[in-house]
C-alpha cells in the first residue's frame, strides 16, 4: 500500500478500455428480445472475457443501476442488481475471503440464483405444518410455544 507521510493509501490503477464493453452491450442487445418474446434468457460471462478493468467500468456506465440491489449469504456473498434495463442483471459472486470468483450478466426475469429450488420449497411446506401442528396442539393444551 502507498504511504504520503504516513498515511496510508489504496492506489486503483484503472487499465484504459479496449472496446469490449460494447461489445458484451452489443451480446446483451441481440439476446434481450428473446427474453421478451420467448422467455430464454443468456448469460455473459464476464470472467471468461479478456476485459479490462476499464471496459467493466464502461460497462457498467452504460448499463447503470436500477431499482433491485440483493446480497446472498452462502459460503460467500453473491451480490445482484438489476441494470438500468430490465431483465439485465449484473451478478458477483465472491468467495468466503471476499475474493470476486465469478462474475456474470445475467439476461432473465428473475436471476438463476434467487429462485427457490423445489426440494427447498418441499421442504418449507415440512417445515410450515410442523409449525401449525406445534401451535394447535399448544391451543389444545392451553401452553405457550
Same mark, same amino acid.
Given at each position: 500500500?502507498?504511504?504520503?507521510?504516513?498515511?496510508?493509501?489504496?492506489?486503483?490503477?484503472?487499465?484504459?478500455?479496449?472496446?469490449?464493453?460494447?461489445?458484451?452491450?452489443?451480446?446483451?442487445?441481440?439476446?434481450?428480445?428473446?427474453?421478451?418474446?420467448?422467455?430464454?434468457?443468456?448469460?455473459?460471462?464476464?470472467?471468461?472475457?479478456?476485459?479490462?478493468?476499464?471496459?467493466?467500468?464502461?460497462?457498467?456506465?452504460?448499463?447503470?443501476?436500477?431499482?433491485? *440491489? !440483493?446480497? $446472498?449469504?452462502?459460503?460467500?456473498?453473491?451480490? #445482484?442488481? %438489476?441494470?438500468?434495463? &430490465?431483465? /439485465?442483471?449484473?451478478?458477483?459472486?465472491?468467495?468466503?475471503?471476499?475474493?470476486?470468483?465469478?462474475?456474470?450478466?445475467?439476461?432473465?426475469?428473475?436471476?438463476?440464483?434467487?429462485?427457490?429450488?423445489?426440494? *427447498? !420449497?418441499? $421442504?418449507?411446506?415440512?417445515?410450515?405444518?410442523? #409449525?401449525? %401442528?406445534?401451535?394447535? &396442539?399448544? /391451543?389444545?393444551?392451553?401452553?405457550?410455544?
Amino acid at each position: 500500500m502507498a504511504q504520503l507521510d504516513g498515511i496510508q493509501l489504496a492506489v486503483e490503477v484503472t487499465e484504459p478500455a479496449t472496446g469490449m464493453a460494447r461489445a458484451v452491450l452489443r451480446e446483451l442487445a441481440e439476446h434481450l428480445p428473446a427474453l421478451a418474446e420467448h422467455g430464454h434468457g443468456h448469460q455473459v460471462d464476464l470472467t471468461s472475457l479478456p476485459m479490462s478493468s476499464g471496459d467493466k467500468q464502461e460497462l457498467a456506465s452504460l448499463l447503470g443501476q436500477g431499482e433491485v *440491489d !440483493i446480497t $446472498l449469504e452462502t459460503i460467500g456473498a453473491s451480490r #445482484i442488481y %438489476e441494470t438500468a434495463y &430490465s431483465g /439485465i442483471w449484473w451478478v458477483k459472486h465472491y468467495s468466503s475471503e471476499d475474493q470476486l470468483i465469478s462474475e456474470l450478466i445475467e439476461i432473465a426475469e428473475i436471476p438463476g440464483i434467487i429462485k427457490s429450488q423445489a426440494a *427447498d !420449497i418441499e $421442504l418449507a411446506v415440512q417445515a410450515l405444518n410442523q #409449525i401449525i %401442528e406445534q401451535t394447535d &396442539s399448544s /391451543i389444545d393444551t392451553g401452553d405457550q410455544i
